[in-house]
């Protein structure tokens, strides 16, 4: 792997690395390559080691839900006054990986930034199963199950709505919009290569299933043309949401009065952790995805190098606001909130605020290093620790602040149960079966998208290669 | 208070023949009635002969005719009594629907005084009722012989089998039998006792006031029942006495006490006036608390000090209270007891000592000649109901000494509701001595330890009666007569006592008549008729009744007591034990959860009796909250002081103590470490240890009984102990409030937050400046809030604006409100893992904080004695709720009488609610507690076994059960409030219902039971009503209202203490 392959535009601006490398920069290289993960008749043996880890993780998640379920919230740790904890901690966790998804294939998008195609849909599919196990917490955190369903403004005769000032049901909505805008974009996205799928089709089943799901796409000029507009309409139409529905997700704190969540910085410093959060897990499934399924070609180092500088950079707006906070918490004079930043490094739960801290600020500082950036183990090490981290900060926030609140008489220890450990395990196995299900049977990387961005769909740069890297 | 119809002697009991009133119905309309039974009857029988029968013929009685004072639905107050050590306590007891649900204080009972004033013994005695592991037949263990002996067998007998047992063995004049009781000053009891005039009768409590009888004794010649009243003292000195928790007294103690406490006319701060409490203890309790000056010491140091107290009068007895010198030991309370001795002097027949039911009776006759000197208001009642005569009187301690004795030579022994075995000094070997009598009997609420030593033996055991479930009459301290009326059939068939002793006389009678007999022989005699008996049934007590005190005789109190009785010969480095009085009481309420679960007002451990100690001491031994440690008594005095040096003093003979050591067990118990306790000193609470009495006693805490001795009296009643570590054994203690060793941020924290949620100051600063630290919120608003004050036309108020005022200054803690609340709002027990787990179900809670005084640099020094302060929470109803403003389903809302609601149909449980409650005030039912028993609460539902049918049967119907995953909180009793609105609008349907409520119609359940009236409800709209009144008053704040505009309905009156100058 040699320099040339890595965008050097600051090293040198006259030049730019090609994004698909080697052999694959061919427009037949690129189906057969995509393709091929889904069609060859068995998957790497790594696949099933994977998909069994995963899918008993799964089982154990339904163990867990049918548990839960069936007795009580009490089998969960949670207690008086840590009325939330692990549920809710992983809900903002999983729905804060959900943004990156999002961010690259609208923001960077619109933005043209092309590298985006290499990963773009693995980062949606990311995007659309990590808004399924944001989504269940709520639904299996409720104290009575049966009943979740009065969070939704049904029309029902008793004209009970629920209530429109509470920050939960403003969740609901941004979750479910952003869940149903995400999974639109990504869907319609992976029509035209679902339609080469089932071009290419060998099986009758195969046939049927793709040529269902491409939705009788032919490739025509008028095809073309209505995807291109549409897509560019919900590029659009999804671009604020990803900065609202974080904004939103941490309305359930700004909005609530317990000393280290009522703050307004909480809005634009949630949308930053969950960017950060959400490349550092799009790093963390491409790096052993690209080796796993030979797509080294189309992730290139370029694109993880682009994403590691994203990290940096959300990495130092979180460190901003973690000082913002404590700066907020002294300059506010409030004995309750001066007390709860301190308490937050130097209390009882010191252990989660430091490691926050480290993951968080200091381990991305790494990135600052270019041969860091561009060592993809280092990286993915990196994003492992920030995903940590992260989870880390949802749980500082919430079992924290919620463990010593106003009244000392109140506060309260808290400990998870077995329960709730392998609950959060058990979504990570929810997480990974649908997303090994994903690499098997759906085409990885955006085969059409990665072509338009080739040399070869633009005459002018229709020279070979080596043309193209002349002066 | 209608009375029960005593016709039909258990109407409305469930198990009786509720709806069968035929009987007292009479007149002509029923006979048609029975010939439509007979007809309806025939026919079915002639149905059931033509076809297949399908159903057991039956016949059907129709509720045609309601009986007098019955309603379906509508509760009915029954006054009833009880007794505890021999104290007659009146009682109201709502049922409903032929079910007692609810108990309160009879108000026209001198021990409640005008209020629904109890204590959390006879709130929670509703429970033990329905207790599913109470004895349900008579059982006898015999042994059995045949080729597979499997030793004893336990079988149930019928009351028929005991009855011809008794009938066989006992001599109708009770000759060879010797009996055992509790103390009881029934009449009926005393009266029925003549039934066996050969028995021998022995009596014993364990918590009793004997050793004060005895002290009487030694000074006054006779065994008076000493009755200080402290609604007239002005300087009250407590001497290691709990006078707020664990005595049968203390609600009268606590509503005196606060009588002198009561600061609500802010009009005249300047010249307000207050009692003074000093208090001098061995431990650290809810009197130490609430005292003005306390000083914690060994037990050891108790009588030294007492004996300089008395000597300090004795040098000048003319002048009796003019010249008090200052007692000497120990050298760190010099100031303290210059002080207060100063303020005796300075208070002449206005100060009052009160000494520890459990101190000697040498201290107690000290105390006794101190307060004659002094000239103390102290009451003293004779006791003409007690069995022992006055000449031949000796106190309990030595009354089980010769029990055992006589128990051993007995033809039939019998003990009824005592249980001697678990009480009785553990070297008495009790157990043994029943399981070898000839014949033994023991009658009881439970299987207890006393039933299995007589059924090891061979003897029976019958079930007794509750007091709810029997005829009864009781006297209380000053002699006043409460009649006893069942609420209900004996629900196990107990009997109570006079039925049971009536029955082993051979002259079998119902409790009932037994107890007319002696309203019309005893204390109606001359003017019983049917209008008196049901006016007395009816009040609760039988008008002039009560006793005149006794006057003192003539010999003067010091000439005759030289105190040389109270002597110092104590080991003062060795560690001692105090006995507390927890909410087991002497053990026979261990079996109530809602007594167990009930946090201690100092420790807020429940589940458990922890061994307190010091933190110093803990330090010194390497202990922590939560450790397993062995405690063994140090019967020869040895003990190892800080060298490791032993101390033998020769008080006990070497012998005896070689032989009570066999017999005393080393008991394992949990550290709690509880500042302001003494050094050197530990406490621990009588009645827990139980291995084999029921689901709930069962192996909660340790058994303090067994490290006792009848040797104690030799040494005033000191225990001495060693306390090892052994192990890393760790017993996770369930307490409510800052269980977890806090770190020192948390600490700094607490300190620095304590002074901001109860404001505390002094009388002094009273006087000067009313309001005290209290800020007062100004609210700018940005929106146009709720209106709670709009008027109609006429200008009278449109709604109610509830409040509720609690008086900190008043607040003993003894938590007789939380569970009169845990009673009338079916608030579930969890279990000591699930409070363990923070997740306790009160609606009210006690917290407690201590306030460390601040060394020289403003540091709060931890190592120095705290003030401890009590402060109730409940619901605030914010007016600003931030509860009801996240709640996703509106499940919270508010009402327009301003009362925060909590739909539990319609909560999902989110818990948001719960995060946002800044006072975190709401309970969350993580499972189905009230669907399911606590030991399998981690079972899925389907699976799991459903809640005993009697549990069911203490609900009160009138608030919701509610369901797993829903939260819950104070309601301030709005079912009160609507069974108020009821009643009244049915009352001025025509005249229309008024703005305003006379006020006290609508009282909470904690209201009612608050024995020093620190809690106040009502309508904040009546400018006249007592709430608006305090809620008014410059001391009264609201918690956290400054910080968050929550805008508390509940508002806390300022805590005011009244300390001394202390002389230096």
Known sequence: MTATEIDNTLTDPRFRATLVTGDSASIRAITEKICHIAESPRPPRAWYIAFAIAITFLAILGTMIAYLFFTGVGVWGMNRPNMWAFDITNFVFWVGIAHAGTLISAILFLFRQKWRTGINRFAEAMTIFSVVCAGMFPGIHVGRVWFVYWLFPLPNQMGLWPNFFSPLLWDFFAVS??????????????VPDLASFRDRATTKWRFLLYGILSLGWRGSYRHWHIYEKSYLLLAALATPLVLSVHSVVSFDFAVAQVPGWHSTIFPPYFVAGAIFSGFAMVITLAVPARSLFGLKDFITMRHLDNMAKIILVMSLMVAYAYLMEFFVAYYSASPFDRFHFLNRMFGDMWWAGWIMLSCNVIVPQCLWFKWMRQNPWALMIIAVLINIGMWLERFVIIVTSLSRDFLPSSWHWYMPSYVEVLTLMGSFGLFFTLFLLFCRYLPMIAMAEVKSILPQAHDYQSRDRKGATEP | MPSMNDKTDFEGAPHGNAGLCGDDGGGGGNESRRTFLKIMGASIALAGLTSCRRWPAEELAPYAHRPPSRMDGVPVSYATATEIGGIGIGALAVSMDGRPIKIDGNPTHPLSQGGGASDMYLQASILGLYDPDRSRSPVLRRDVTGPRNEGRERIEKSWADFAAFAKSTIHPDGSGLVILTEASRSPSVAATRKLLPQAKWFEYEAISNDNQRAGAQQVFGRPLRAVP????????????ADLFNGDPMSTKYARDFAAGRKLHDSANASHATMNRLYVLESGFTTTGSMADHRHAVQPSFIAPIVKAILASLSSDTDNRSSRLSVPTPPEDMAAFSRTLMQDIAAHPGKAVFVVGQRLAPEIHAAIAAINFAINAPVDYYADPEDPRDEKTWTPHSEQLIAFAKAAQTADVVLILGANPVLTAPADLDLANILSKAKASIHAGLYEDETAQACMRGGGWHIPMAHYLEAWSDVRTFDGTVSIAQPLIEPIFGGKSTIEILSLLAGKERRGLEIVRETAKNDYLKGRYSEWSWKQSLSNGIVENSARKPESLPGVHALARHDATGVHASACHDAFQLTLITGSAYDGRFTNNGWLMELPDPMTRVCWDNPLLVSPQTAAKLGLQSDDVVRIRRTHDYQSRDRKGATHSPDALSHDRSQTVAALMENIDATIFIMPGYPNATFGLAVGYGRKTLGAIANNVGANAYALTSTADAQNHGIIYIDVQKYGDKVNRLACVQDHHVIDKVGRDRMHAIVSDLIIEGTL?????????????TISLSMWNEHDYDAKDNNGDYLNHKWGLAIDLTACTGCSACVVACQSENNIPIVGKETVYRGREMHWLRIDRYFKWPKDANGNVDETSAPQALHQPLLC????????????????????????????YNRCVGTRYCSNNCPYKVRRFNFFDYNFGTLQNLYVPNILREDINELVKMSKNPQVTVRSRGVMEKCTYCIQRIEAARIAIRA??????????????????????????????FGDLHDKNSKVAKLCSLAQSYALLDPELNTKPRTRYLAKIRNPAEMTR
């Open chain 2, 764 to 776: 002094a600063q009273y006087q000067q400046h009313p309001a005290l630290e209290t800020r007062k």
């Open chain 2, 987 to 1016: 009352k001025t349907r025509h005249s229309g219902e008024p703005s305003i409520w006379p006020d006290g119609t609508v009282v909470t359940a904690c209201q009612q039971a608050c024995p020093t009236g620190a809690i106040v």
């Open chain 1, 177 to 190: 919009t952003y869940a149903t805008v995400s999974i639109l974009f990504w869907y319609m996205g992976m």
């Open chain 2, 876 to 903: 605030m109803h914010c007016e600003n709720a931030p509860c009801e403003e996240v709640c996703p389903v509106l499940a919270s809302t508010h009402s327009r009488e301003g009362l925060n609601m909590m739909a």
């Open chain 2, 229 to 240: 009243q402290l609604d007239k003292a002005e300087v009250i000195v407590s001497i290691d």
